[in-house]
């Protein structure tokens, strides 16, 4: 069946830092890939998404591409913020499977002055 | 306006009793999920409408019951609550089933006491 893998958190960086959260996925089909964040007592909130291989997402500053030859979507950003701090998840849906979302455990950022 | 709401927000209950959670989505979409986030953050499908017609039901125990009494509302139902059930409780919708990126609610909090 589907599934994501993605880094075990909590990731802590300094503001202005770079980041990186690594998701690989599987899945049978060609799936969409997707970025949600969740602040802190919040709902989950799209952050990026992309279609097809070699598709780049990108929305706030933060990007991920598509890379169907290494089955991964990491997600990056150049410079964090402390607003940044929050649990990000990277998902999946497949087409085949009723636009099931497939989601990773989560990676929480914290970001510190 | 938002797009996907959801009520209510926070909910403490009594093991065994029954509650509802209900959802409404003004996106016109065609599709609605309900997805179960457990206490460490991890995020999977319960239930999902397309046009009032149930698609997927992933092995939810039968005290959980959703109604769907048009395209644009998907209440869940809860029967018996028991501890175990304290988690959040997201509402989704979609255009349809082809792969379309999904909107979440913001999240009902459950606590069963």
């Known amino acids: 069946g589907d599934s994501v893998t993605q880094m075990e958190g909590p990731v802590t960086l300094s503001e202005e830092a770079f980041l990186t959260i690594n998701c690989t996925y599987t899945?049978?089909?060609?799936?969409?890939l997707f970025w949600y964040v969740q602040y802190p007592g919040e709902g989950l909130q799209l952050l990026l998404k992309a279609t097809k291989a070699d598709d780049k997402g990108s929305n706030k500053g933060f990007e991920a591409t598509y890379r169907k030859e290494t089955t991964s979507f990491h997600l990056e950003k150049g410079s964090v913020q402390v607003s940044d701090s929050a649990v990000y998840f990277c998902?999946?849906?497949?087409?085949?499977?009723?636009?099931?979302?497939?989601f990773g455990t989560g990676t929480q950022l914290k970001v510190e002055l | 306006d938002t797009a996907v709401s959801q009520t209510p927000k926070y909910l403490v209950t009594q093991m065994g009793n029954d509650k509802s959670i209900k959802c409404e989505q003004n996106?016109?979409?065609?599709?609605m999920y309900w997805y179960k986030q457990d206490s460490k953050k991890f995020l999977k499908i319960m239930f999902s409408?397309?046009?009032?017609?149930?698609?997927i039901n992933e092995t939810v125990p039968n005290r959980f019951s959703p109604k769907s009494p048009d395209k644009a509302h998907l209440n869940l139902h809860i029967n018996s609550l028991e501890l175990g059930d304290s988690a959040v409780y997201f509402c989704?919708?979609?255009?349809?089933?082809?792969?379309?990126?999904?909107?979440f609610g913001e999240g009902s909090w459950l606590t069963v006491v």
């Open positions: 899945a049978t089909g060609y799936p969409s």
């Open positions: 996106l016109g979409h065609d599709t």
């Open positions: 989704a919708s979609s255009q349809d089933l082809g792969g379309n990126t999904i909107y």
């Open positions: 998902a999946l849906s497949d087409r085949g499977g009723g636009n099931k979302l497939t």
């Open positions: 409408y397309n046009n009032k017609e149930l698609i």
